[in-house]
Each structure stands twice: as structure tokens, then as C-alpha cells.
């Protein structure tokens, strides 16, 4: 495993060298206007002291904008660091459809895919979302205070991703020849996957749990019948472990009429848009089917 902190301009003066650390991931920008002050010289640090470096960007508006800010302050970085999307502000509703947008934009104008930081209360957010495919997770959580780096086992569920890439376990790490605070961090992949993300990898290689697969199954990513049980024994899956999941995910989702659905739908329950579509099929149900007869309902209004 690696050892790493990330920092801002909270941080400003530290001096990295002497940490002997293996990576350092730094804070580029804000919203659409903050360039943080730091970022260049913490970025020159790190690259005189052969340290694997990352730059984020806090997320607090518009994706596909802030994006495109965040790529004209980091494009020189390119294929030297892995970059990350640190969506933590309430004020955005929907941090799933929000790292989508992201990251869709990001990747066109970057080539890469950035990581997700998120809190591990709040991972359910990205259910069912494309970011959990392409992007690994930087996962925030601080089991217990800590000073310096732990055992490394992370004591959260990481659903709906498979596990995390980097790990942030704690804001009060106390390190030599710096009086304050520090995040510390701990990086589980190699070197080479390091460097693989910086030149625009997906996430590195990982075991999906079976709700994860299952729900792939039902959207069709698996193929049918003897095909599906061939796809998933030859990429290591229980077969049957899969598919007794999709008949239950499946159950449920048929326990309602597609009128029940409907309702729900109307109600707002399902979302609207591409978004609705995509939730919809994802459990099992016919979009045209469910929008038909909410498209039928909302007439009689």
C-alpha cells in the first residue's frame, strides 16, 4: 500500500520533500472561478521529490462548467497525475447525476477519468450511476482520531463500488517539520495502476459485488441464458450466486403493476429525463410500457 496525504491552500508553506511520503494530491480549483494559490509549487514539490501526484477539484455548481475549469488549470498535468472530483456540498442535489456530467466532460476534453471522493455516508448516492464503472473511489471516512497511518483495513461497505482505490482515514495527522493538521491517506493500488489512471484508464480491474452484477444483468451487460452463464463464469463470477439476485431483484420489481409504477413515477419517485429511463430499465421494467400509461394518467388531469 501507499502513503499519501492530500492538501490546499490550508496547507500553504508545507514543505513536502522531507515527508518522504509516496504520493501527494493537491486541490486545483473551486466552482468556476477559484484557482487555489498552491497548487503549482505543491505540484513542483512533489515532482522534485519523485512523489505520484493528483490534483481535485471541489465540486459546487454547474458540472459540465466546472469541468472545463478544472481542465484548463490541470492540463499540463495530463499523464503525470491522477485527478478526482471531491463532491461534498449539500447544496447539489443529485451527486450521482452530477459526477456523470462531470466526468463525461472531463474525460472529452482530458482523456482521463477522474476519481471520486465522496463520504462513505453518503455512497448511496451514486446507485446505479456510469461514474461507478469508469471512475475509482476516494473514500472519506474516519473511523476513529488518528495521528498517523492505521492498519489500512477500511471498516466501511464501499457499495456501490467494489472497493476503493484511496483511502482518506483521517484530517488530524500530525507529521515532522509540520505543526498542523494534515489528511492522511492511504492509496491501494500499484504504482503502475497509478499510472495507468493518469494516462486514462478506467478503474482498475475490480470484483463487483453480486447486487452490482445483478443489476447489469437485468440491463442487458451480460447477454442471456447459457451465453450469460458463460460471460460470468469465465470473468470469475458465481453464476448462481448472480442470478438467484436477479430473480429476487426481479420479484420485487414485478410485485408492482406497471399502474403502481406509474403513480410512482408521477409522484416523482423515478426521476425525470434520461435519468428516469435509466432507472427504470435498470429494475426491470418497460420504460415505454410505464411512460405510456403515466403519459395515459396525467390526460385525465
Known sequence: MLKG???????SGLKLRPLALDFVIAKASEGVSFRDPTFVDFMAQADNAKMLTGAYHFATGNPVNEATYFYTIVKSRVEKSIFALDLEDTQIVNWGAYADAFVKE?????GVYPLIYTSAGFLNRYADRECVETCALWLAGYPKRAAWWNDGIIPYKTYPWAKAAIWQFTGTGQLANYSGNLDLDWCYLTREEWSALAKGSKAPATTKSVDVLAREVIAGKWGAGDERKKRLTAAGYNYAAVQKRVNQMLSKANAKTLYDIAREVIAGKWGAGSD??????????NYDAVQKIVNEIMKSY
Open 276 to 285: 428516469r429511463k435509466h432507472r427504470l430499465q435498470l429494475a426491470g421494467y
Open 5 to 11: 496525504i492530500d492538501i490546499s491552500n490550508w496547507q
Open 106 to 110: 472531463f474525460k472529452r476534453l482530458s
